[in-house]
Structures are given as structure tokens and as C-alpha cells.
């Protein structure tokens, strides 16, 4: 029997969840001691590597939830466990619960068109930029802005700036949602991404521009950069001179602006107000710090 202890976001309450008939990985090999086998398939056991996707359906199991119903996260690095992982269950997991239906009530909603799908028949809500949209649209269009990085919530039509308070309302977000997303949001704006993979990361303090890299630093030793010039971190570690970056600068892959002559941009940039560097990603010509 696998157990598996978890607590949802909203709630500081450990629960356990089990599972009968554990299957063991593998088959049964030659000269294998079957009571051996049978203890271990009845014993009650806290296993590694158990993939996300079992986990989860323990869970919705115990309490009834349809499937769909849970994510597991990491609230500490803002991360949503993908079916296909494997976590460790001596650990206490964190799990998110999204409601069973995103209903819209009738004094947020209104009749303008969804600004995603024209044709939508389902109740949307008007947003502060003055489009509307289905609050399962706007949910999966709030956390795919929010797993890409972004702080800042925008509409896609019009760029205008979305109040994370007001959108996670009218996404009819469970109280576990707004609390993930929520601090989601506040990492996004003290994170940067790895110069080695891509992952973002979080510096050490606010004050301290060593930051660590935990997808890296899973592969053996731990891996530390410079949160301003993101050059691997040393001891009594400097950023670059003055002619090291304009160095980088001018090496650094460039871009072509959209709708405009601009062409052979540089993709890192140096922050005029703090002198970080700044890598850009979107094509629109504007940038903004974090730090």
C-alpha cells in the first residue's frame, strides 16, 4: 500500500491519502523471494518516484474530486508538478483544488463578445480594459502569462495592464488558486531566468545579486550566477567592467523589430536606472527592469 501526505494551499492541515495493490516497477525476477514481494505489496510504505499523475488520482480518490480537479505544486518556486514527473512522498506535497465549474455571477458578467472566441455562449466577465472574457479563457490566459515569466498582467488584444486582484475574481479562481498565483506573481518580479537553462530562479536576498538555479543545481553541483551580468558566481565575485558588457553587447544575438526599420537590435540591454542587464524577449521595442 503507497501512502502519500499532502496539505492544500489553503490550509495548514496534513492529510494522507492510500493506495492498495502497489505495483512494483520491473517485473519479478529469477530467484526473488515472493514473500518478500508480497510484504512489500502489502505494507503501508513512503516510496520515492511516484509520478505526479498517480499522486494525483490518490488524492481526488480520497476526497471524491472528479479527475482534473487538483494540481500539485511547488509554492516555493511557483511550479506546477507536469502528470509525467515523479516527486518524492516522504515529503508533505502541496496541492492546489480548482473548482468544479468557473461561473461567472451576474453582476460581474456582461453581453460583449469574448474577445477570444467570438462565439462563446458561456457568461464572461468585462475586464478593466474594457474587453470581456469566459472565465475558463481568462484562467488558462492568467497562468500561461504567469508560467511564462511575466509579472505585469496584460490583455493580449490591447497590452493594457490587468489588476491581478480583479482578474483572479472574475476568473472565479478557488481561494488555492489565488493563493499559488498569487505568489506566483511576486516571484515573477524578483526572478530572472538561468543564463545555463532557461529556468527562473530567485535571488538569495533582495539585497545579495547571487542567485541559484535549482534545475541545475539537481544535476550535481550547485550552480550560482551574477544576478546582474549572469556570469557564474564566485567567490568575492565583481560584475564585468564597463568595456566587458559593451563587449557582450555588441556580441549578443540581435533582433529584428516587427512593423518598423529597426533592424539588428541588440538582445541584452543595460537597465539606464540600475544598470542591470536586461535580456529581450518580447518583440515589442519596450523593455522594463525588475530589479
Not at 514481494?37 to 505494507?43: C, H, I, P, Y
Not at 523589430?257 to 515589442?284: E, F, T, W
Amino acid at each position: 500500500m503507497l501512502r502519500a501526505r499532502y496539505s492544500f494551499l489553503s490550509s495548514s492541515k496534513v492529510l494522507e491519502a492510500e493506495v492498495e495493490n502497489l505495483q512494483l516497477d520491473g517485473e519479478i525476477k529469477p530467484n526473488t523471494n515472493l514473500s518478500e514481494v508480497r510484504l512489500r505489496r502489502s505494507s503501508v510504505v513512503l516510496m520515492q518516484n511516484v509520478t505526479v499523475k498517480k499522486l494525483k488520482a490518490m488524492i481526488e480518490k480520497e476526497h471524491k474530486f472528479p479527475p482534473g480537479s487538483i494540481d500539485i505544486v511547488s509554492n516555493l518556486y511557483g511550479i506546477t508538478h507536469e502528470n509525467d514527473e515523479k516527486l518524492d512522498t516522504t515529503n508533505v506535497l502541496q496541492v492546489v483544488r480548482h473548482p468544479n465549474a468557473r461561473i461567472i455571477p451576474a453582476h460581474l458578467s456582461t453581453t460583449l463578445p469574448d474577445i477570444t472566441y467570438p462565439g462563446e455562449t458561456e457568461p464572461r466577465a468585462l475586464l478593466s480594459c474594457g474587453h470581456a472574457m469566459a472565465a475558463d479563457t481568462l484562467y488558462q490566459n492568467i497562468t500561461v502569462q504567469l508560467k511564462s515569466g511575466k509579472s505585469v498582467l496584460k490583455c493580449f488584444s490591447c497590452k493594457k495592464e490587468w489588476n491581478f486582484q480583479d482578474t483572479s475574481e472574475k476568473a472565479q479562481m478557488s481561494l488555492d488558486e489565488k493563493l499559488f498565483w498569487g505568489m506566483k506573481v511576486s516571484l515573477n518580479s524578483v526572478g530572472d531566468e538561468c543564463p545555463k537553462c532557461g529556468y527562473y530562479c530567485q535571488r538569495i536576498a533582495g539585497d545579495n545579486d547571487r542567485a541559484v538555479c535549482m534545475k541545475c543545481s539537481k544535476e550535481g553541483k550547485i550552480y550560482e550566477f551574477c544576478w546582474k551580468c549572469k556570469l557564474s558566481w564566485k567567490d568575492n565575485h565583481k560584475c564585468l567592467s564597463k568595456e566587458a558588457i559593451q563587449s557582450m553587447i555588441n556580441n549578443c544575438e540581435t533582433k529584428t523589430m516587427p512593423y518598423s526599420n529597426i533592424k539588428d537590435v541588440p538582445s541584452i540591454r543595460v537597465c539606464p536606472s540600475c544598470g542591470a542587464l536586461i535580456q529581450h524577449l518580447d518583440m515589442c521595442k519596450e523593455m522594463r527592469c525588475y530589479h
